[in-house]
């Protein structure tokens, strides 16, 4: 994207030249009350960033953008926040380029107008010549009503409450998912230490076995059996001079 108000791809000479008049008659105020419009549009809603309907185009999404970073960008608004406003359009402009991004935002769109339409259809049974009014119109008395200020300012709003909802319902889920990975990941640090213990005790007991086996063998060295049918003589008792023995009488018969 140039910045230098040139011809750019997807523009004719005409386009470039009415921007450049429209740039030339616009003032330091009008660009920094667009860099503060542009700081102050609800977070998940890229159409409000583009200041534009949300049945815009893919082409009218070009042209607006290219409009607008022109506006904020901040070689050319002095505001001290035109960075941010620039690159809150810049993401604004890829969602909105995006299929999957753009068709999840509609959607919130439809379900938005439905919920709209069924309140509103509730307020008609209790106001009859509005309904008749609209049974005679065949539908264009509520066409006309959807165009209006009042209801895209209620679209709007009821949009910004889905969008919210949804989001706030990704955080949660995305919430539980870390929970359950930090779980799973705890659980299996835990494998691994037993494991590791397992294995450092079984290197500790093979490390050993030739000494234990040494062990044994001067065990069965001192302790050896006798053998059946040997005799061995009896161990004949010391006298300790220095304790006096008492004799026993001899019992005779």
Known sequence: MGDDGGTTSGTTPEEDLLLKKFFAEVGEVERENEVARILSCFKLNAFEYLNLSFDSSMDDVKRQYRKLSLLVHPDKCKHPQAKEAFGALAKAHQILLDP????????????AKEELRAKRKKQLKKDNATKIKSLVDEGKYEQEYERSEE??????????????DQEW??????????EEEGRLKKDEEETKELWKRK???EE?????????????????????KVKKGEVRPPKLKTED??????QRPVKRG
Request: hydrophobic share 30%; aromatic share 10%.
């Open 204 to 224: 500790q007991w093979e490390g050993t076995r030739e000494q234990r086996v040494s062990s044994w063998r001067d065990f069965m060295k001192g302790g050896k």
């Open 199 to 201: 294995r450092e005790h």
């Open 100 to 111: 999957k991004e753009r068709e999840y935002i509609l959607n919130q769109v439809t379900a």
């Open 151 to 164: 209801f895209q300012q209620q679209l709007k709003m009821k949009v910004r409450e889905l969008l919210t």
């Open 169 to 178: 319902r990704r955080r949660k889920m995305q919430m539980r998912i870390s």
């Open 241 to 246: 001079p220095n304790k006096s023995y008492v």
